[in-house]
């Protein structure tokens, strides 16, 4: 076979910058065209989310089962409450097959692929009932609908959902002087309310600035003092149910008084004090940086090219943060075309990617999130707020290997038997299809075993 430098680019552009070629899709023409395109057809609500429901829906139905579940003691109560987690889990699961139906449909892979890199970079955990209902929510409603926007309407979207609000405990977060604990000192209360520092951490640590761009402790926690007030509505106890799931300011739980915060200072303003702050770190240099860099080495090299990461570090700067306007910097790269397939895809971009390789719709049978789970990497499950790693030594252990062997079998198994394994692998690695690889699916003793080796094999797996 005889593969041509556009024929290659186009792999790329399928393949790294996608969610993986369908083997009934054609390579794009003109590569670069075909992934900036898709920026203007790119839908933020497609059909596979339209029956789901929205945060306030999802949180104000959360909030009445609560209070029903208060009513009630005893055997009731305990009954009540396994129903309810068994709720939250089968919404849970609904949310991961919807995304992954998506994922196989959409028209706009570079786009989707986008949403899951935002949606690591914005991390919360499903680590218990109320965060099992809202972390799919979560990535539909905060993220979906600002990916291609600007960063800072994106990043307050993201920091006043409540899914971050409640992940973070920022709901929790009351200034040592504000009107709710003057009161509770009136009252000589046994336990007075803090801050918490939680949110003001990560949204410097790990959504904007980043580590080493310079902040301290001290604009850490003068930070979180600004931020007091940010809250949402109850979704448990004697709150009203109607107010759940959207963002509320609590003028009650708010710190008085100026903030200083890495040498400037912003004045006393209520909630758009810590509002100034957001917006002076989504416009930071160091943001530009520390965003250019995720992005690089997430589309193109565990160690980013410099020279890409400064190109697109210049893109959000000169742009003011247009989305769109960093999308284009980082396709134009010319070291975006030019590393070799070195990323190794994580468990969610490989059973994607070999879901799509099969023009398989979805799943049959088998379940998402129990698959992802197997796999080692639990949607909206991250171990900490900095989310799943995206280097490649956190993917290549051997028992991950072994889990991926395993289900590669379950998905070839699922296979046309008409089907031809080298012409497959042909079809969606081109000249990325080395030949060790070529000579041991051509000598599988079955189409689903060499479907399953193509499925495995360190060609496919990298992207």
Known sequence: MVTTATDAAAAIAVNRFGLGKRASEPLPADP????????????????????????????????????????????????????????ARLLY???????????LATPTPFLEALVHFWSNHFAVSADNPAM???????????????????????????????????YLDQIRSAGPDSPLATRAKRRDAGKLPGINENLAREIMELHTVGVGSGYT?????????????????????????????????????????????RRRVYGATGEDQAGAVLKDLASDPATANHIATKLCRHFIADTPPQAAVDRVSKAFLASGGDLPAVYRALVEAPEAWAVPSAKIKTPW????????????????KANAANLLNQLGQPVWLPRSPAGYDDIAASWL????????????????ARADRSL????????????????????????????????ALLLVSPDFQRR
Do not use: C
């Open 397 to 412: 252990a051997p028992d991950a290997l072994v889990r991926r062997v395993e289900v590669s079998q379950r998905l070839a």
């Open 349 to 364: 971009e490989w059973l994607v990617s070999a879901m799509r390789g099969l023009d398989y719709p979805d799943l049959g």
């Open 93 to 103: 699961r609904g949310e991961i097959d919807a995304r992954s139906r998506n994922a």
């Open 132 to 166: 099992l209902s809202l972390a799919g929510a979560f990535e539909r409603d905060a993220i979906r609908p600002h990916v291609t926007g600007r960063f800072t309407d994106l990043l307050f979207a993201v920091e006043q959902h409540p899914a971050m609000l409640i």
């Open 217 to 261: 402790q001290k604009d850490v926690t003068e930070f979180a003092l600004a931020l007091t007030g940010w809250s949402a509505g109850r979704m448990g106890g004697k709150a009203d149910a109607s107010q759940a799931g959207v963002f509320q300011y609590r003028p009650g739980l708010h710190q008085p008084g100026k903030r200083l915060i």
């Open 420 to 451: 031809k394994p080298e012409e497959l692998a042909n079809n969606l690695l081109g000249n990325a299809l080395t030949d060790s690889t070529a000579t041991e699916i051509n000598r599988a003793e079955s189409v689903q075993t060499g479907i």
């Open 32 to 87: 670069r065209h075909w992934l900036l395109d898709q920026i203007g057809r790119y839908e933020p609500r497609p059909a596979a989310f339209a029956q789901l429901q929205t945060t306030p829906e999802i949180a104000t139905q959360y909030a009445s089962d609560r209070q029903k579940l208060q009513a009630l003691d005893g055997d009731e109560k305990i009954a009540l409450r396994k129903e309810l987690n068994k709720a």
